[in-house]
């Protein structure tokens, strides 16, 4: 269905006003991953994440059951799609049956919420052949999100092997966009081979340079009874004062560890 010639066509009317937001959807959703667990699993769902960006995805969804540019926001490339990636996680899968069955819960919400009377912010029970064609684009739009849950993985995977640093970053920029707090990002390296990345959490700009300096300190003196006390420097990029993106923190402190080592000092 996702690399047939046929694209189901965007459904008029698509996201109702009520529903546009996305918390109905939302709501919906919670409820059907709860129905799908034992009472006993249910604190196992990440409701602060649910809450968080569960709306987000859910309007993402609906904007793509309604239009051709919101479903090409929820494809790769598209600014929604790392959102549709995180379906999964949102749901508290486990394993890529769990995130298929999450993906699912998540069609049947928008149908529910979707085909509701339009005084409860639904669009009504339309003719047999428009809903035949509601359900068949609600279908695809669940289609390309559970692609990009089985994709997610993948690219994870391969972004750590490269970047093993990445991961560490991404999840305290997730706690960061919930909580607010501040960390900061380390690379240490040296004599200019060796590079260590450090993630302090809760750290300000003046903790972390202490924390640079305590790290670079350490790697020279355990290295000192071997030889030569090696010549250790580190930058530092603090979250949000420096960025709020994986890369561009890393870009931060990398070119402070270029500065510090051209300036002969240890921190940046």
């Known amino acids: 269905m996702l690399d047939g010639p046929r694209v189901p066509r965007p459904v008029a009317d698509v996201p109702p006003a009520a529903l546009a937001d996305g918390e109905v959807v939302a709501k919906a959703w919670l409820l059907e991953l709860l129905a799908a667990r034992r009472l006993a699993d249910a604190p196992e769902l990440p409701l602060a994440d649910l809450a968080a960006r569960g709306p987000d995805l859910c309007a993402a969804v609906l904007r793509a059951v309604g239009s051709r540019a919101g479903l090409d926001r929820l494809t790769p490339g598209g600014d929604a799609a790392a959102l549709a990636a995180a379906a999964g996680d949102l749901a508290g899968a486990r394993d890529p049956a769990a995130a298929v069955a999450a993906v699912a819960a998540l069609r049947r919400a928008t149908w529910t919420a979707l085909t509701a009377p339009a005084a409860d912010g639904g669009i009504g029970a339309p003719d047999p052949a428009a809903t035949a064609a509601l359900a068949e684009r609600v279908a695809h739009v669940a289609d390309i999100v559970a692609a990009a849950v089985l994709a997610r993985p993948v690219a ?19 706690a960061h966009r919930r909580d607010g707090a501040a960390f900061a990002l380390l690379v240490v390296e040296a004599a200019d081979a060796e590079r260590v990345w450090v ?26 009874p071997h030889g030569a006390p090696l010549e250790v420097a580190a930058g530092v990029a603090a979250c949000p004062a420096d960025g709020e993106d994986a890369t561009a923190l890393a870009a931060c402190a990398d070119e402070r560890l ?3 080592q051209a300036a002969g000092v240890p921190v940046v």
């Open 156 to 174: 994870d995977e391969l972004a750590a092997a490269e970047e093993p640093w990445r991961a560490a970053v991404e999840r305290r920029l997730d």
């Open 199 to 224: 993630v302090a959490p809760g750290a300000d700009g003046v903790a972390a340079r202490a924390r640079a300096e305590a790290i670079a300190a350490a790697v020279s003196q355990a290295a000192a």
């Open 258 to 260: 270029f500065a510090a």
